[in-house]
């Protein structure tokens, strides 16, 4: 499949645009500042598929003889390796005695470089075709499955942290996982993917200054274009750097219900000023779970973009990694108490 079918004709240019940043989010490309947790190097290991391909993943260096937890860290949909991220690390702060791991996606090395564009032209032909939620979260399962066999250095406890994309993949592996103890979701949004993309295409469109007229077409545009992803499926089908049978796992995904599935502690936040997903789904999701008993925990910080940046474009990223932390920390306390 050639690069060049990334895009797909009759998609409006504004709509081309707003989607091309709700799905190319990363998780959290904010902060500029690196932190202690980031002295280490990570350790690439990798291991194979059912067919043939290896899975490429990375922990930071155990400490010592003492058994550890794993703090699963999860990005979100851009095609990067996560391990030349400048700025992942600082999630380590969320478990500091933990050996973080990272996983690649499906054809994805460390020998990809690193970029920030929406636009780039030298992802691998195999990531665009097997790239989806599902293939993320069976890789996550085999490298879990691997790390039972080897990973001689854990205690058996695993902590799962996730954002935008990486949160959906967090909510599918936490219940298959029986090691799971807790689960950190952020920047996550409503119940249908659909609503997030349709959300982020208003912003544009207001910010435009289109007519009611013209919104109210190009959004039956996108709906449509999303309707025919979902129909057909085809990986060979690729558009803005995903196949038809990306878009079809992410229109299909229903966050309430993986949520209800999730037995463990969780924490989830979100900026109230998301420019990228559906905050007042969100807000509605959580009133609902939470009205039906779940163990989960919401944070919504007022004025904060999906970033954690403020008006002035000023990273809070550090803050809300600290209510992370603090949060996970009274989880654990409670939990060696029982």
């Not at 937890?69 to 391990?83: E, R, T, V, Y």
């Not at 992942?88 to 690193?114: C, H, M, N, S």
Request: include cysteine.
């Amino acid at each position: 499949m050639s690069q060049n079918r990334r895009t797909t004709a009759g998609w409006p240019a504004k709509t081309l645009s707003a989607i091309a940043l709700v799905t190319l989010i990363t998780l959290l490309a904010v902060a500029d500042n690196r932190s202690a947790a980031e002295s280490s190097a990570l350790v690439h290991y990798a291991v194979p598929r059912l067919d043939g391909t290896e899975i490429s993943y990375y922990l930071t260096p155990n400490k010592g003889d003492n058994k550890q937890p794993i703090l699963l860290i999860l990005h979100g949909s851009d095609c990067n390796s996560i391990a030349n991220h400048p700025r992942i690390r600082q999630f380590e702060r969320v478990a500091t005695d933990a050996v973080a791991l990272y996983v690649d996606k499906y054809g994805i090395t460390t020998e990809l470089p690193w970029s920030e564009s929406d636009d780039r032209n030298d992802c691998p032909e195999v990531y665009l075709e097997r790239n989806t939620l599902n293939q993320r979260v069976l890789d996550i399962l085999r490298v879990v499955g691997e790390l039972r066999r080897t990973a001689h250095w854990w205690d058996g406890k695993l902590f799962i942290v996730g954002g935008s994309e990486g949160a959906i993949v967090a909510e599918s592996v936490a219940p298959l996982v029986p090691e799971t103890q807790s689960l950190i979701i952020f920047g996550f949004g409503g119940r249908w993917f659909e609503n997030d993309v349709l959300h982020s295409v208003q912003l544009s469109l207001n910010a435009d200054g289109e007519s009611p007229q013209a919104q109210a077409a190009q959004l039956e545009t996108v709906r449509d274009l999303l309707a025919g992803a979902l129909r057909d499926r085809d990986p060979a089908k690729n558009f803005l750097g995903y196949s038809h049978a990306w878009w079809a796992y992410m229109l299909e995904f229903d966050q309430l219900e993986a949520l209800r599935r999730v037995h463990v502690p969780v924490l989830a936040l979100q900026g109230s000023e998301d420019e990228y997903v559906d905050v007042a789904g969100a807000r509605e999701m959580m009133r609902e779970i939470r009205l039906q008993g779940s163990n989960i925990t919401f944070l919504e910080y007022d004025g904060l973009n999906h970033g954690f940046r403020d008006a002035e474009n000023r990273s809070r990223l550090d803050g809300v990694i600290d209510d992370m932390a603090k949060w996970l920390g009274d989880v654990r306390h409670r939990q060696l108490g029982r």
